[in-house]
């Protein structure tokens, strides 16, 4: 289980240094009197500005001073602004990411290699067969992989692939090549559920069965979009119209899954 | 003094409110002399303090979270920043209803392109002893704005916020980057 910690930010209270402009108090009266007929006046001092402020030291002074003919009060103060903006709504937004590698996957136990040996092919060797069937393949050799688990995370191909279109016989006698062969061509073909490719979106699955034909060179590609299932593969070495040289018959396909 | 309440002592502004009297004994009325005998006379003073706090509630700034390779399970903690001198609600929401696929949010074949994960949150408040506001939610639910209350407190200080992705099922998560944005938001309530 991963564990990630994230400090994400600041109280308000840690912003920025720097009192602003304070909230000042500057406010004292003095009196001018008795005066005749309108009495004693109690002048108000002080408020914002410089002005201002100039006249409220100066009544400050006289409210601190015993020995004034006049009499004054006066009230200097301040409190800190605000520290930062105090916001009615605030918000914070957080972006969460993470990824998925790609993978493919196409299960064949503890090795990637497997070698399939169809043992003895079966020819008609008998003197009684009749001479268009001797030496002559009884019947196609098949031969079926199946694994529970292939498919890849993203778009991907699917490449049936061999180094030479037909098992190879390595005997080096003579042969009529009207008569004989010294080959056997065989085909291969996937069947496994796939999808579309490169789509965007999700879709249906699609059936798909890509065949490698019998004889044919290059190899087989097919696209598709993430897909995982089973998978078959039918190699099928059909049945030929003329004899077979005798010897040991051998080849290699492959079968590979690569995201794109 | 904000009712209710303990005033926090930290240089934020005004001073709190309150009401002051001072009594000043000044020797300026005439005194009254009777037969040898004076009475003293007093004048009186009364001075009025006041201010004002003003409704402050703020987040810290939220942050990028990478949860790396997403097998499901992954936890991500984040202690967010958070103040709020009056009673407030708390509003979550998600863009993607969890961590979506950027470009194959939907998925593709069978494999799924949104990731959803649990959210929980724990407020410490005041109201006035000290409690803690906690709610839970799923990131599909969170695709419309949910939000909590507390209910007359205020907060403590801080917040914390926990992530928890859940177990990717079926054939699992299509390849590629996901993302997800959630914002955190606070109102007063007073």
């Known amino acids: 289980m991963k ?12 912003l920025t240094a720097g009192v602003a402009s304070a ?30 402020l100039i006249a409220g030291l100066a ?9 004034s003919s006049i009499s004054a ?3 200097f103060g301040n409190a800190a602004s605000d520290v930062g903006t105090a916001a009615n709504n605030d918000s914070a937004t957080f972006t969460i990411q993470g990824t998925i590698s790609t993978d493919c996957a196409y299960y064949s136990g503890d090795n990637t290699t497997e070698t399939f040996n169809f043992g003895t092919i079966g020819i008609y060797a008998s003197d009684n067969t009749g001479p268009n069937s001797a030496f ?10 199946n694994t529970n688990l292939a498919g890849c995370n993203s778009n991907n191909s699917v490449t049936i692939s061999r180094t030479s279109a037909d098992l190879q016989n390595p005997n080096t006698s003579g042969f009529d090549n009207t008569v004989f062969r010294d ?8 069947r496994y559920t796939g999808s579309d490719f490169n789509t965007g979106v999700g879709g249906a699955p699609v059936a798909r069965t890509q065949t490698l034909a019998a004889g044919a060179a290059g190899s087989s590609v097919q696209q598709n979009g993430a897909w995982r299932s089973p998978m078959a593969l039918d190699v099928v070495i059909p049945q030929q119209p003329l004899a077979i ?11 590979t899954l690569q995201t794109i | 003094m904000q009712s209710g309440y303990k005033a926090r002592g930290r240089r934020s502004g005004m001073t709190a409110a309150l009401t002051a009297v001072a009594c000043c004994a000044f020797a300026g009325a005439a005194s009254a002399h009777t037969d040898g005998a004076s009475v003293a006379t007093f004048s009186k003073l009364e001075i009025a303090l006041d201010g004002r706090i003003p409704a402050r509630c703020e987040l810290g700034r939220g942050g990028r979270i990478d949860l790396g390779e997403l097998t499901g399970g ?30 194959a949010p939907n998925g593709q074949g069978p494999y799924a392109g949104t990731l959803g994960y649990s959210l929980d949150i724990r407020v410490p408040t005041l109201n006035p002893t000290p409690r803690a506001l906690q709610a839970s939610f799923n990131s599909r639910a969170l695709t419309s704005r949910k939000s909590i209350s507390s209910d007359g407190a205020i907060a403590a200080g801080g917040a914390r916020l926990q992530l928890v992705t859940e177990t990717p099922t079926g054939a699992g998560l299509l390849a590629g980057k996901y993302s997800e944005t959630l914002t955190v938001t606070v109102t007063p309530r007073f």
């Open chain 1, 136 to 145: 002559e393949m009884v019947d196609d050799a098949e031969l079926t992989i």
């Open chain 2, 74 to 103: 992954e936890t991500a903690t984040a202690n967010l920043g958070f103040e709020c001198n009056v009673p407030f609600e708390l509003s979550f929401q998600s863009s993607r209803g969890g961590l979506a696929h950027d470009t």
């Open chain 1, 73 to 75: 009060w006066h009230a």
């Open chain 1, 3 to 14: 564990i990630v910690s994230l400090l994400a930010g600041v109280a308000a209270v840690a």
């Open chain 1, 23 to 52: 909230q000042d108090i500057n406010r004292g009266q003095f009196t001018l009197g008795p005066l005749p007929i309108i009495g004693t006046q109690h002048i108000d001092v002080g408020g914002p500005g410089a002005g201002n």
């Open chain 1, 59 to 67: 009544n400050n002074a006289t409210a601190q001073n015993g020995n």
């Open chain 1, 183 to 190: 080959t056997l061509p065989y085909s291969v073909t996937a």
């Open chain 1, 245 to 255: 040289l005798a010897g040991t018959y051998s080849g290699s396909f492959s079968i």
